[in-house]
């Protein structure tokens, strides 16, 4: 069993959709999780970072921790057509010499 | 700015030939680390390094090396050793050094292309 599972998708949707993004994890140990954007071609960009359980909102972004389920979730309102990337949750206990990393669902936001 | 500035952005190697990914950051993070990311396998570790002087092997350090001997840079050698070369190669800080400050953020430079032809 992998560390952490993010479905690939790809996922589609109408510009201005809610996009629901989630990934599982096996460790009950993971404190600190987040979430990456990436472009084609260029390096991931911290979106997201939460510690612990509990939600963290910044702008059109959300991010939802239950550890008690080992399930992460970033929600994106009103998405955009810039906001086609690449999403990539990551996480890690507290010693910071290994992160987990999905594998990353590619996004597509239609105009 | 601060950030993490990685060099060169594309780089073509000829096979039995060592080439040296450069890292540099001015974040002041005690933590950096080498990433390895291939279509469909998500990001790999390579090395990672919490203090000056001293490195780590990650999951496929097979055919790499590294250095680090200041705290702003981490280079990574691919040498002739490594049987896939062939990858997209990303670094990133963080302040999770043993010196303490912990803080749980990792983050990234914008990544090496590597081709061997």
């Known amino acids: 069993q992998k560390e952490v599972e993010q479905d690939p998708g790809p996922l589609s949707v109408p510009e201005g959709a809610i996009v629901s993004l989630n990934c599982t994890y096996s460790?009950?140990?993971?404190?600190?999780f987040m979430w990456y954007r990436q472009y084609s071609r260029k390096g991931p960009e911290l979106l997201m970072y939460t510690y612990s359980s509990g939600n963290k909102e910044d702008g059109r972004f959300t991010a939802q921790v239950d550890k008690s389920s080992k399930y992460i979730s970033l929600f994106i309102r009103d998405s955009q057509p810039s906001d086609s990337a690449t999403y990539l949750c990551?996480?890690?206990?507290?010693?910071?010499?290994?992160?987990?990393f999905g594998t990353g669902t590619s996004l597509t936001v239609i105009p | 700015d601060g950030g993490i500035t990685q060099s060169p952005k594309y780089l073509f190697r000829k096979e039995g030939q060592n080439v040296t990914l450069s890292c540099e950051q001015n974040?002041?993070?005690?933590?950096m680390y080498w990433y390895r990311q291939d279509p469909g396998q998500g990001l790999r570790l390579i090395y990672y390094s919490q203090i000056v002087n001293d490195f780590q092997k990650g999951d496929i350090a097979e055919g790499y090396s590294v250095s680090r001997e200041k705290k702003e840079s981490f280079p990574l050698t691919v040498t002739s050793a490594q049987k896939n070369p062939t990858a997209f190669y990303l670094c990133a800080s963080g302040l999770f050094g043993l010196a303490g400050g912990y803080t749980g953020e990792l983050f990234f430079g914008e990544g090496s292309r590597l081709t061997v032809l």
């Open positions: 974040l002041n993070h005690d933590a």
């Open positions: 460790n009950s140990a993971f404190q600190y």
């Open positions: 990551a996480m890690t206990a507290n010693t910071g010499n290994q992160f987990y």
